[in-house]
């Protein structure tokens, strides 16, 4: 039986902007392509505009991009590969979209942002990127921004929370119809958001901590909040977040499904995905393309995971985020 699937990150419009493409129907040296998409059955990838890392300015100076021409070339590129391929792929704006580009036999399309540093503590910039089409924004990646603190070794940069606007910009993406992303969020900034939001939340691209102690990962007690939310955690398919060891750097279908089982034991059956970070990660994969993940899915169904745990896992549930959220 062959299951659809969404998966909730990819960096591949960062690949493409590398290698100078102007859109995403062909790049054998990425991850991810629109043909790879379509012969692995997906149902709809969410494309992040990755920010560049404040860090790399020193090394690369005045090539360091600046992130409103950035943005707006990786944008440029998004709606290129929609304008040129409408007939395989076709965006989300709103929830009532994935089903109506499913039912024309279309992979849906949403963009996101990954690191909400370019929204500057403004709600009209906000509400600028959601006209653009942006239905997710990853709210931190690994520095601190206008939202709140990163992910850290730091306890207590771990803990702090949302800034005020962060606060404030968390309702206001509720009522402008975006999902509150909180992969590469601290801590503190998870139970903020968790309190805050009144609509589901996700992590789009984290694993469980208790399998993988990478402090990107997820507590037991953050699944059960997010299950509780309506929220759900795409597995990330890189092996740093996979594995105990960090100088394992195999990413497995046993692993991957190993962290999906504890999703579903700890957070609910209704809080795991798919969120394999595609084009933004190292290593040797077992399933390391869209092509592949049919590959996945028989590896779950073969080793105890039901056809409704799988359906839930591979669409359903985000599915149903996007009704609630957009």
Same mark, same amino acid.
């Given at each position: !039986?062959?299951?659809?699937?969404?998966?909730m990150h990819c960096d591949t419009l960062m690949q493409a902007w590398l290698k100078r493409k102007k859109d995403i129907y062909t790049l054998p040296k990425a991850m991810v392509d629109v043909q790879r998409l379509k012969q692995g059955g997906c149902m709809a990838q969410f494309f992040a505009i990755f920010m560049p890392p404040i860090k790399l300015k020193k090394?690369?100076?005045?090539?360091?991009?600046?992130?409103?021409?950035?943005?707006?070339?990786?944008?440029?590129?998004?709606?290129?590969?929609?304008?040129?391929?409408?007939?395989?792929?076709?965006?989300?704006?709103?929830?009532?979209?994935?089903?109506?580009?499913?039912?024309?036999?279309?992979?849906?399309?949403l963009l996101t942002l990954e690191d909400g540093r370019a929204v500057n503590g403004s709600l009209e910039r906000l509400e600028e990127f959601y006209t653009m089409g942006v239905?997710?924004?990853?709210?931190?990646?690994?520095q601190p921004n206008c939202f709140g603190s990163p992910n850290s070794d730091n306890p207590q940069v771990?803990?702090?929370?949302?800034?005020?606007?962060?606060?404030?910009?968390?309702?206001? !993406?509720?009522?402008l119809g975006m999902i509150v992303d909180v992969s590469h969020l601290s801590d503190g900034g998870f139970w903020d958001v968790a309190q805050i939001s009144s609509k589901p939340f996700v992590a789009s691209h984290s694993n469980c901590r208790e399998l993988c102690p990478h402090r990107r990962n997820l507590t037991d007690d953050m699944l059960k909040a997010l299950g509780e939310k309506g929220g759900v955690a795409g597995v990330n398919f890189g092996p740093e977040f996979l594995n105990q060891s960090p100088e394992d750097k195999n990413s497995t279908n046993e692993r991957i499904a190993v962290h999906l089982r504890? !999703?579903?034991?700890?957070?609910?059956l209704e809080c795991a995905a798919f969120g394999s970070d595609f084009d933004g990660i190292k290593g040797s994969f077992e399933t390391g393309s869209p092509k592949e993940m049919p590959r996945l899915i028989s590896y779950l169904e073969s080793h105890g995971f039901t056809w409704e745990e799988i359906e839930h896992i591979a669409y359903k549930n985000v599915q149903r985020v996007l009704k609630e959220c957009l």
């Open positions: !039986m062959n299951v659809p699937y969404i998966d090394y690369m100076g005045p090539f360091f991009p600046k992130d409103g021409p950035y943005i707006r070339k990786l944008h440029t590129i998004f709606q290129n590969t929609l304008k040129d391929h409408g007939d395989v792929l076709a965006p989300v704006f709103t929830g009532k979209d994935l089903e109506q580009n499913a039912a024309q036999g279309k992979i849906s399309a239905r997710l924004i990853s709210l931190t990646w690994n771990m803990n702090t929370g949302l800034t005020p606007f962060g606060r404030q910009a968390v309702e206001r !993406m509720t009522q504890h !999703m579903i034991q700890k957070g609910g």
